[in-house]
Structure formats: C-alpha cells, structure tokens
DNA sequence: TTGACATGAGACAGATCTGTCTGTATCTTT
DNA sequence: AAAGATACAGACAGATCTGTCTCATGTCAA
C-alpha cells in the first residue's frame, strides 16, 4: 500500500522543484505554502526557518549526487578508471535534460555569496563532499597525477554545469563527455 | 592635469567594486550611495533605477574581456592559435589573482533568474558577445573542428572561473591552461 | 460524545529595499 | 551681488519578504 506523502515531505518536494528552476531567493515562502497546500503554521513547525529549508534542499541534491557515484561504481566495479568514464557519461546525459537548470550548489553558492551563510555554507560543504569522492575515485585509477586530472575534470565538470544552464540550447552533452575523456586521455598518454 | 572624477563615474567605480566583491542583490543603493560620497537625488539622476546602473556594471566588464582578446590579437597577429594559447594563460593569470571573485555575468545570470530581467538579459548577451569574439578566434585557427573546440574551451574557461571563485584557495592557473592546451591539442592531434 | 491536538486560512508585525520628495547649502554665471 | 541650477542630507512612501499569532475547523482516541 502506498503510504501517504506526509506534509514535510511535500514541502521539500515543492521547494525542490520551484528552488531549483526558479532560483532560492526569487522563490518566497508564501508561494511554497500555497502549491504545497499547506498551512503556514504547518510550515514552520516542519522547517523553523526559511534557511532550514534551503538547507535540506541541498541535503536531497547533496544524495542524488552521491548516488550518481554509487551508481558508477556498481556498474564498474573492476576498474576506477571505468567508474570516472560512466560517472562522465551519467552527467553528460543528465546535462542535457530540458529540466536541467545547472548546479545546485553552485547557483546557491551565488545567490547566498556571503561567506558563513547558512545556505551558502551547506552548499559550499555538499560540493566539496561529492568532488572528494570523484577525486578518490581517480586516486584509485592509478593515473600519474590523479590530483591534477581531478582538479581539470571539476573545472570541466563546473563548467558544463554553467552552459548547460545557461546556454541549455547550444549545450551537447557529447562536447563534455569527449573533453572529458580527451583531459583523461591526456594525462594517461602522457604519463 | 587630471580631471576629478565626475559623479557619475565615482558611483559606477564603487558599484564595480562592491557588486563584483559582495554580489549585486547583497549590495543595496544606500550602500553605494554612502560609500560613493552623493547625494541620493544625484544618484538617481545618473542611474535612474538600480538595474540601469547594474547594466553599467555589466557593460564595463564586457568591454574589459574584450579588451583582452584585442591585447591577444595584438600580441600575436600572425597565429590565431597562439592568440587563443595567450589567451587562456592571461585569464589563468587574472583568475588566481586575489581580488578575483568569478565571472560577472555567469554570478549576475544566478543572481537574477528570471528570463528577460534587464540585469539577466544584459549579462547574458555580454557573455555570448564576447564569447562568440573567442569562438572566431578559434575559427581563424584552421582547425578541424573549431566550434567544438571552442566549444569545449567554453565549459573549461567557465568552470575555472567557478571553481577559482568558490574554491580559491585550491585553483592553480597552470592547472587550467595545461587542460585548455591539453584540448586544443586534442583536436590537433586528432585531425 | 467529548476533549486534546493537529491543521487550515489569513491577519499582523518587523525588517529591508527601492525610489520619491522636501528643505537647505553651495556653486556658477551674468 | 543676485539668481538659477545643482548637490547634499535625510525623511517618507510603497512594495516585498520572513516569521508570529489568532481563531475556526477537523480528526482521533477514550
């Protein structure tokens, strides 16, 4: 039997959707309490602040993400470099999804640019937690400077994030993918 | 003999540095008419509305990034390529600089969400001008595929300029321009 | 049935920001 | 010197947002 969603549970969803395609800041409380049909009462007993939210917000993209990796080292459990090829892929297709409207924590590193900020602060934790176990995942590949090609494949990565949000009609996600496999196999012809 | 600042510039150098440095929502129009020593009434005279003097921001980083690519051409008249490599380690060398806080219009473009609003509009036609100079650029290089090179140096330039902001303290230049070499190479090699 | 408690609807307070307006001082020009 | 334009300081209005509070309604267990 399906249980039912509870409130708090649709909150989040609600202000997933509408923080992730319209942005944090531009999306109030009030239109979160209205779509999710909800009383205000009820919301704040659920998240005390507006920040609170945000922060749990993260925590969901925060998951989904490591998912992704989790995901590639099931597929590949043999070889770490394959586990980077298939994550590199995943995200390539992920980018090109009309729904996909950028990084999460890097747009909310931008919208809350004050340093010690609630959100910005979770954002900022969420990024470096996920790139941490990509960039175990290349030490693992064995390539001559794992640290390097980490560093490349995140500046890569960030960016991609950046066109395919802002440039969506121009982004193809076989661009991304065969720069990120030529910034790999770079470095494994010329080690 | 040097002609005083005139008001209107005062205010346009003051917005720069604290729109860039604290972000252009964090910044309100007190703040810079304090700082920039006017009068509330002059203020508005000279930017009749917050957004009119946000679109004056814009404009002065756009002609600043193209002032760069005319000093690559200038360097290099001979060898669109070697404009293209000068390039890359200029914008390297400006983003491990200090006072370095990422790209104008990609943070103004987050900042402000919203389809159409005078401050994403402007920001993202700045991005696409003087991204589309670089793309020719890439174009008088003769090489196989030039916009998917350019392209891919796109997503590498805007992650570097994400991660040299959000991460600081960890972006190395050489670590960037080694990648955007180790593309352009890529393609050389390949065709 | 009834009482305890959660929920819905929405008014309200307080803070913050943009942009207008008023009154005074200063500067330039004739 | 006089007059008109300009600049300054700051009050004020209007909008917007977060978070609190009130009160009516519904629900479930004893």
Known sequence: MEKKESAKERILRVANELFYQEGVRAVGIDRIILESEVAKASFYRSFPTKDDLVVAYLELHR??????????????????????????????????????????????????????HPCHRKALESRNHVWAVVESMAQEAGLPDPRELAEQLRMLWSGAAMVAYINKSEFKPETFSSAALSLIDGQLNAG
């Open 63 to 116: 998951m989904r993400s490591l998912a992704h990796v989790e995901e590639a080292r099931e597929r590949h459990p043999e070889s770490a470099l394959d586990q980077l090829r298939f994550l590199m892929r995943r995200i390539a297709e992920r980018m090109s999804r009309p729904s996909y409207r950028g990084c999460a924590f890097m747009n909310t590193i931008v919208e809350f640019p004050e340093i010690g």
